[in-house]
Each structure stands twice: as structure tokens, then as C-alpha cells.
């Protein structure tokens, strides 16, 4: 999934098209689910059919040749999925895999709007990041999950032994899906960038936090205060423990890390004896 805005000569971007399409997907309540998984199928087509990507996200061919190309494809599909898949490739994207990525993370808002759609958002969200606190110290497992060498059938076979009746469906779900997608991130990250998404659809920004030692209740509050006024909106802490870090803490908001950490210090002193 990209990061950041996509812009074609029509200044279609990822945010745009969220804004766009959010409302239609979180309308569709429980029924997310379902529209995320047929986006995911436009997805899964796109990023494995060079041709068919070529062809819908080609600028000079004109809008309406694709639209009707894509509808023609997607007969079967939820009409509500046709309308989007048609409009995004009427529009124009800086580059060919920029129409993948979108279509991606509306599936993926779709499948969270599910979520959101019965009160199980926070739920889905903090099940991701047990997930990948779990896999920190599960270096086989998660390397069985992200060896695209291994046939996906028995990834998929994994997640089911590992998480299935244990975690809400929505997150059962994107934990298959992100061991099938392993083309651009392993498995870990990209349950990450959907905890992300899930945080974003709630308003919030996500603060993953390395510390030497569990927080204390009071130490969580006062650094998400913080946190949040520092940045001027709510924050998600998402705390794993390493002791390997000695002390202090590495904060990471999007693309800023703050690392405070003894083994950064000691780091930073050693450069600076070797300078």
C-alpha cells in the first residue's frame, strides 16, 4: 500500500479518494466485509495481470473505454463495488501501480468499516498489535508467515491454527490477507499499516512505543498527553517491550522517530569516539 498522496494530471490522490468513496463504504455497515473482499479481488488482479493494469490505468485511452471494461469484468460483483472500480479508472494516476494502491485501501476501509459498523473497530485495532507483539518473540513463526517461498495455502493454514476463534473475524481476515499479500511488506508490517488505517478511520494517530519495561497506567497517560499535544489530535499508544532497548524509549509517529533509548545514547557516544 502507498504512503502519501498519488497525484495524476487530474490531481487524483489517495486522500481524495478516500474522501470520495469513504462515505459509500461506511454505509454499507456490516456489509464492509464483503465489498473489501471483492476490492481485494480487483487488487490481487491488478498487481498479478501487468496487461490488465496497463490497460485501466492508461491516460490515453478514454475513460469510458475502461469504465466499461471493468464493469464488463466485475459483472458478478456488488454493483456498489462496479461504481467505484468504475469511477477510479476514469481517473488519472501519476503512475500505473497508483490505481492498485487505491483500490487497495479502500478495500481495506471497507473491510474496517465492517468492523466499525458493530463497535469492533478498537477491538480489531488493538488485536492487530497483540498480533505483532506476540510475533516479537516468535521469530519462526513469523518468518513461516512471510516466506513467499512456502505455498500460500499453508500460510493461510498457519494463521488459521494460530489465530482462528481467538480474534474478531475482521482481524482472522486481515491476518490472511496479510500473509497472502507479502509483494510490497512481510507479514508483520502490513498488519502494522492496517492497525494504522484502522486508527486513522477512528481519528487518531498511532505512537508505537519501544520501552525497556512495561509502562505503568500513569506513565501511558502522561506521555500520550503529551503526545497528543504535541500534535494537536488524540494518539494511540501502541507499547512493545525490549529489553534489549536497556532503557529510556523510541517513540515512532509516522515518519518521526524520537529515540531516547540508552542503546541509541550509547550508539551516538560511540560515533562519536570513532569521529
Same mark, same amino acid.
Given at each position: 500500500?502507498?504512503? @502519501?498522496?498519488?497525484? !495524476?494530471? $487530474? +490531481? %487524483?490522490?489517495?486522500?481524495? #479518494?478516500? $474522501? ?11 456489509? +464492509? ?9 480487483? #487488487?490481487? /488482479?491488478? &498487481? $498479478?495481470?501487468? &496487461?490488465?493494469?496497463? #490497460? ?6 478514454? &475513460? ?7 464493469? +464488463?469484468?466485475? +459483472? ?23 490505481? @492498485? ?10 473491510? *474496517? ?6 463497535? %469492533? ?27 513467499? @517461498? ?13 489465530? /482462528? ?6 482481524? *482472522? ?24 488505517? /484502522? %486508527? ?15 509502562? $505503568? ?6 506521555? !500520550? ?6 500534535? !494537536? ?20 509517529? &509516522?515518519?518521526?522517530?524520537?529515540? /531516547? ?13 570513532? !569521529?
Amino acid at each position: 500500500m502507498a504512503d @502519501g498522496a498519488m497525484r !495524476g494530471e $487530474s +490531481g %487524483a490522490s489517495l486522500a481524495e #479518494t478516500q $474522501s470520495v468513496y469513504e462515505p459509500v463504504l461506511r454505509a454499507a455497515g456490516t456489509e +464492509g466485509i464483503q465489498l473489501g473482499e471483492q476490492l481485494f479481488a480487483v #487488487t490481487d /488482479a491488478l &498487481g $498479478s495481470s501487468a &496487461g490488465l493494469r496497463r #490497460t485501466l490505468s492508461d491516460p490515453t485511452l478514454p &475513460g469510458a473505454v475502461k469504465a466499461d471494461l471493468a464493469a +464488463g469484468l466485475l +459483472g458478478a460483483f456488488d454493483a456498489r463495488v462496479v461504481d467505484v472500480v468504475r469511477d477510479l479508472v476514469q481517473r488519472r494516476w501519476a503512475k500505473e501501480a497508483d490505481l @492498485g494502491h487505491a483500490v487497495e485501501r479502500l478495500a481495506l476501509t471497507s473491510v *474496517l468499516s465492517g468492523a466499525a459498523a458493530r463497535d %469492533a473497530l478498537v477491538t480489531v485495532e488493538d488485536e492487530l498489535f497483540r498480533i505483532t507483539r506476540l510475533l516479537t518473540t516468535e521469530r519462526a513463526t513469523r518468518i513461516a508467515l512471510s516466506d513467499d @517461498g512456502a505455498p500460500v495455502e499453508a500460510r493461510n493454514a498457519l494463521v488459521e491454527d494460530l489465530f /482462528a476463534g481467538k480474534v474478531d473475524e475482521v482481524t *482472522l481476515f486481515l491476518a490472511h490477507r496479510a500473509t497472502t499479500n507479502l509483494r510490497v511488506r512481510r507479514f508483520v508490517p502490513n498488519l502494522l499499516s492496517y492497525a494504522d488505517v /484502522a %486508527a486513522a478511520l477512528r481519528q487518531r494517530l498511532v505512537a508505537s512505543v519501544t520501552s525497556a519495561v512495561e509502562l $505503568s497506567a500513569a506513565q501511558r497517560e502522561r506521555l !500520550g498527553a503529551l503526545l497528543e499535544s504535541a500534535y !494537536g489530535r488524540p494518539v494511540q499508544l501502541n507499547v512493545t517491550v525490549d529489553p534489549a532497548v536497556v532503557g529510556g524509549l523510541r517513540i515512532q509517529v &509516522g515518519a518521526d522517530v524520537i529515540d /531516547a533509548t540508552m542503546l541509541a545514547r550509547l550508539g551516538d557516544a560511540r560515533r562519536r569516539l570513532a !569521529g
